[in-house]
């Protein structure tokens, strides 16, 4: 087994940067945060090794806040297309969710380090959280494949929700060219009608990928924090701990969410 066993319900998470996280008690993250080595720009988090991989994928996304949907999705395509690193990327500015206020990117970040921990092959990159400007997937995937080198195929890991709209995306043709697209199936949306959406050229050019059983989005995690009501099972503790220390997605009075 490549994963570690995630840690028991009251034990400490001690992340790969040696700081640790109390799931009780006071918690040792303040802001502004502190970043690491392992979690920061592309060119940073290199290695002499990882700068040999040959097949990567990259699952970028808003993560307000991360859950079990993503884990299950980036596992299952690791170990269907035998990938050796699955790189999460939260976005900075995303230009695509205007509907609501963006939780602060530095507490997505987080949540998304704290979710990944346990899984060796998950890393977590700050490239669009350094990058000024909106986060263009576009830029993204540049910067990528100059950063790992000509040898590495990357894949490009979003939901079927995402992929209907990709003709809104800047350069959507040229995204396409960048990357090998696996479109992550989503109750209530349906991917037999995605070259009729975007056309038979780009359709072609993006693999579906079944996963069933995980019908879990951010909107309804936040929604339930709202409502008072518990997370527990679809999303992992470190990250409903880190919500309820932070009193993200709150009432709209301000009152601390009402989490279990």
């Given at each position: 087994m490549r994963t570690q066993r995630p840690p028991r319900d009251r034990e400490p998470l001690t992340l790969r940067?040696?700081?640790r996280w109390?799931?009780?008690g006071e918690r040792s993250y303040q802001r502004p945060l502190e970043t690491c080595a392992k979690y920061v720009r592309i060119p940073l988090m290199l290695s002499s090794n990882t700068t040999q991989l040959t097949r990567v994928a990259i699952m970028g996304g808003t993560f307000d806040p991360i859950h079990y949907g993503h884990l299950a999705a980036a596992e299952e395509v690791a170990e269907h297309y035998d990938l050796e690193q699955v790189i999460f990327i939260p976005s900075a500015q995303p230009p695509h969710k205007k509907d609501y206020p963006v939780t602060p990117a530095e507490d997505r970040y987080l949540?998304?380090?704290l979710a990944t921990n346990s899984n060796a092959r998950f890393t977590v990159s700050r490239l669009e959280l350094d990058r000024p400007g909106p986060s263009y997937t576009i830029d993204?995937?540049?910067e990528l494949h100059r950063a790992l080198g000509p040898q590495c195929e990357l894949f490009f890991i979003t939901g079927a929700d995402a992929v209907l709209e990709i003709v809104t995306w800047r350069e959507a043709e040229a995204v396409l060219n960048e990357a090998r697209f696996l479109a992550v199936h989503r109750p209530g949306y349906d991917l037999s009608k995605l070259a009729a959406m975007i056309g038979e050229d780009k359709a072609a050019r993006i693999e579906p990928f079944g996963l069933r059983g995980l019908d879990i989005s951010s909107t309804d995690l936040r929604a339930r924090v709202g409502a008072?009501?518990?997370?527990?099972?679809?999303?992992?503790?470190?990250v409903i701990d880190y919500i309820r220390g932070h009193g993200l997605y709150g009432h709209p009075d301000g009152q601390k969410p009402g989490l279990r």
């Amino acid at each position: 087994m490549r994963t570690q066993r995630p840690p028991r319900d009251r034990e400490p998470l001690t992340l790969r940067d040696g700081r640790r996280w109390s799931r009780s008690g006071e918690r040792s993250y303040q802001r502004p945060l502190e970043t690491c080595a392992k979690y920061v720009r592309i060119p940073l988090m290199l290695s002499s090794n990882t700068t040999q991989l040959t097949r990567v994928a990259i699952m970028g996304g808003t993560f307000d806040p991360i859950h079990y949907g993503h884990l299950a999705a980036a596992e299952e395509v690791a170990e269907h297309y035998d990938l050796e690193q699955v790189i999460f990327i939260p976005s900075a500015q995303p230009p695509h969710k205007k509907d609501y206020p963006v939780t602060p990117a530095e507490d997505r970040y987080l949540m998304t380090v704290l979710a990944t921990n346990s899984n060796a092959r998950f890393t977590v990159s700050r490239l669009e959280l350094d990058r000024p400007g909106p986060s263009y997937t576009i830029d993204t995937l540049r910067e990528l494949h100059r950063a790992l080198g000509p040898q590495c195929e990357l894949f490009f890991i979003t939901g079927a929700d995402a992929v209907l709209e990709i003709v809104t995306w800047r350069e959507a043709e040229a995204v396409l060219n960048e990357a090998r697209f696996l479109a992550v199936h989503r109750p209530g949306y349906d991917l037999s009608k995605l070259a009729a959406m975007i056309g038979e050229d780009k359709a072609a050019r993006i693999e579906p990928f079944g996963l069933r059983g995980l019908d879990i989005s951010s909107t309804d995690l936040r929604a339930r924090v709202g409502a008072g009501r518990s997370l527990r099972y679809l999303t992992p503790d470190a990250v409903i701990d880190y919500i309820r220390g932070h009193g993200l997605y709150g009432h709209p009075d301000g009152q601390k969410p009402g989490l279990r």
